[in-house]
T-cell receptor, first 108, second 116 residues
């Protein structure tokens, strides 16, 4: 089993849609969690950290369920500019493990 | 956020030559830097973890004699691809973290290596 798994995608959604990404991790000792986005041929950029209490940043909401070892990202009112690959990242100690990513295409 | 500068952004080299890629943390000290490789339409694959002043820890399947990593200071790590072959053509990305654990990683801009 891979350490971090994500929805395989791709997700093709119309503008304005709400889309949710799921991520599961296998190491129960994982300490911190992040969502990154990566545009084609660019480096990943931090979208948001994920806290146990859940957190929201504008149209983006991230949630963490430690018992189920599950992380989610919700994007509301999606924009064309949200098209990218979304990477779930799990950290334990100095290990920073990336999921395979889920590609999102927001269509006009 | 913190800035990580990676250079060069793009390099084309001949088979058999070596290429050095630099990764610098510009406004923070990075005790740990990571080197990743990404093939087209695939996820980032960790190659090695580099700690300042000590030998890098390589992931399984990554040849340490081929991918030489040096992390001589808290702000600079280098990856040298030795005797490059066309199959080494890829997108190489470094990332660095500030001293504290549980913090996010900041990424360099990546280096697109093409071996001809």
């Amino acid at each position: 089993r891979k350490e971090v798994e994500q929805d395989p995608g791709p997700f093709n959604v119309p503008e304005g849609a709400t889309v949710a990404f799921n991520c599961t991790y296998s190491n129960s000792a994982s300490q911190s969690f992040f969502w990154y986005r990566q545009d084609c041929r660019k480096e990943p950029k931090l979208l948001m950290s994920v806290y146990s209490s859940g957190n929201e940043d504008g149209r983006f909401t991230a949630q963490l369920n430690r018992a189920s070892q599950y992380i989610s990202l919700l994007i509301r009112d999606s924009k064309l500019s949200d098209s990218a690959t979304y990477l779930c990242v799990v950290n334990y100690g100095q290990n920073f493990v990336f999921g395979p990513g889920t590609r999102l295409s927001v269509l006009p | 956020g913190a800035v990580v500068s990676q250079h060069p952004s793009r390099v084309i080299c001949k088979s058999g030559t070596s290429v050095k890629i630099e990764c610098r943390s510009l406004d923070f000290q990075a005790t740990t830097m990571f080197w990743y490789r990404q093939f087209p339409k695939q996820s980032l694959m960790l190659m090695a973890t580099s700690n300042e002043g000590s030998k890098a820890t390589y992931e399984q399947g990554v040849e340490k004699d081929k991918f030489l990593i040096n992390h001589a200071s808290l702000t600079l790590s280098t990856l040298t691809v030795t005797s490059a072959h066309p199959e080494d053509s890829s997108f190489y990305i470094c990332s660095a973290r500030v001293r504290a654990e549980n913090t996010e990683a900041f990424f360099g801009q990546g280096t697109r290596l093409t071996v001809v």
